[in-house]
């Protein structure tokens, strides 16, 4: 069977886990084919709550095969104590499979990470801190150290020794920093993750590719976003991977034509975590209205989230940059108590009226919203489970996305829990 991508149409934290856990009831893997613990897929499955980092959404589908792709890179000790944690709470890790080409996460990384931003000051990114940047810039420059490097001591310690030469000097001469002790590093890597770690480490490409002839369904699980995306997104305010339906045949092995299928899955409105230009980001009280019913935290780094309107210059884009098939809404039920919703039909870019994206950074930043109103439903949404059930401004909302991105709206969520949604199909 043709493989599914669920993706992010906006800037991340756009309900993918919700949709991705609901999705995996039905397929065989589930794939995350880039990024690292920067993401936070939050699944809410009656009293339990679950916030997944690197471990595919999958892993609480007891008959799915999770796999980490080669597109990912790993901390090892984040992913072996998400793990554990998903063991102690009755969750079955023992099929959980991990790329040997994916890259390690290293502890330079995550210190470079943290330096380089201070280093820029009031023009910081706002990464997560994770080492998500230098561990990608590593892989790039090919110095980086691959998790099948873990099974292999000799191999392993004469690429650190090499790398760690050149992230010392810098630590120090460039950020008068201590160095790191490659003893303490080759220790913690060989005498405690490797272990754990070898029985999960597999060709996850081949595994995949005759999953594929046999029929088997896999479901491709993107962290982060379009416009975090480092080809598409809004550079430099973007993250080092490519979280876009091309990064999803990079980053598992599978080939276009092997996917026919790309969710986009949109926030009712948006949201933003760390810096970049937002044209319709709000401020006052409808902002905190959406923060607060929305919940509008970091998964992970607990950061207030930046809000705003929906925006469908930013939505045209994303679903012609992925070939999104179909368009999942979450968070409808967050616009319950607002009387007006606006949406953003256009901008304006020095007195000119676009459709389409600025290609151009500084036309980006200068651009303004053309809003179109809304009125609000003004009722609760979280008990509804049918189309028909949905107030008639809600249905009018939702309609005019549909109709301007020209592309079905399948899947609309009413609310955290995995039941609270509504089919569209
Ligand atoms: P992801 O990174 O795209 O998986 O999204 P996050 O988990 O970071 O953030 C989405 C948040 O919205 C989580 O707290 C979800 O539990 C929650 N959520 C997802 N879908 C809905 C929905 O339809 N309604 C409400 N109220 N919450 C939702
Ligand atoms: P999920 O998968 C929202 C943002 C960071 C920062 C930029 C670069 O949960 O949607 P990085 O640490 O990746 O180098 O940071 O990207 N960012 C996210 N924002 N959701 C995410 O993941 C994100 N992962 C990274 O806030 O602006
Ligand atoms: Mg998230």
Redesign the pocket.
């Known amino acids: 069977m043709p493989a599914t991508v669920v993706l992010?149409t906006q800037w991340?934290?756009?309900?993918?886990?919700?949709f991705t856990d609901l999705l995996a009831s039905d397929v065989d893997f589930v794939v995350r084919y880039q990024g690292g613990h920067n993401?936070?897929?939050?699944i809410?499955i009656g009293e339990d709550r679950f916030?997944l980092q690197l471990v595919p959404t999958g892993i609480l589908n007891s008959h799915v095969i999770p796999v980490i792709g080669n597109g990912v890179v790993i901390d090892p000790k984040v992913l072996l104590d998400e793990v554990e944690v998903l063991s102690s709470r009755g969750v079955d890790t023992s099929r959980l499979i991990i790329s040997g080409a994916a890259h390690l996460i290293m502890p330079y990384h995550q210190e470079l990470d943290r330096l380089t931003e201070r280093y820029l000051g009031k023009n910081k990114l706002g990464t997560t801190k994770r080492g998500i940047g230098p561990a990608y810039a590593d892989k790039a420059s090919r110095i980086g150290i691959r998790v099948q490097d873990l099974l292999d001591e000799k191999i392993f310690s004469q690429k650190l020794e090499v790398v760690l030469k050149e992230k010392n000097q810098i630590l120090a001469k460039v950020y008068n920093r201590l160095p790191l002790d490659e003893s303490k590093i080759l220790s913690d890597y060989f005498d405690v993750y490797a272990p754990k770690l070898a029985p999960m480490i597999s060709d996850t490409v081949g595994i995949l590719h005759r999953a594929y002839k046999k029929g088997q369904e896999i479901l491709l699980e993107g962290a982060q976003a379009t416009f975090l995306d480092l080809d598409h997104g809004t550079y430099p305010f973007v993250t080092s991977s490519n979280p876009t339906a091309g990064g999803a045949c990079t980053g598992s092995g599978l080939g276009p034509r092997q996917i026919d299928r790309v969710i986009g899955?949109a926030k009712a409105y948006l949201t933003r975590v760390g810096a970049g230009p937002f044209p319709t980001e709000l401020e006052g009280d409808v902002a905190d209205l959406l923060v607060e019913r929305?919940?509008e935290f970091g998964?992970n780094t607990g950061r207030k989230r930046r809000t705003g309107w929906f925006d469908l210059v930013l939505l045209r884009q994303a679903v012609a940059l992925n070939s999104v098939s179909e368009i999942a809404i979450?968070?409808?039920?967050?616009l319950d108590v607002f009387p007006e919703i606006l949406v953003a039909t256009q901008y304006e870019v020095d007195g000119e009226r676009t459709s389409d994206l600025p290609y151009h950074q500084s036309d980006f930043h200068k651009a303004r919203p053309v809003y179109k109103s809304f009125e609000g439903w003004m009722e609760d949404l979280t008990k509804v489970t049918t189309k028909e059930e949905l107030p008639y401004n809600a249905r009018t909302y939702l309609s005019f996305l549909e109709e301007q991105l020209e592309v079905p709206i399948t899947l609309v969520?009413?609310?955290?829990e995995r039941d609270?949604?509504v089919s569209f199909r």
Not at 12 to 18: L, P, S, T
Not at 330 to 334: A, P, R, V, Y
């Open positions: 992010g991340g934290d756009e309900g993918k886990g919700k993401a936070g897929h939050t809410v916030a899955v929305g919940f998964t979450t968070k409808l039920d967050i969520g009413t609310g955290p609270q949604f």
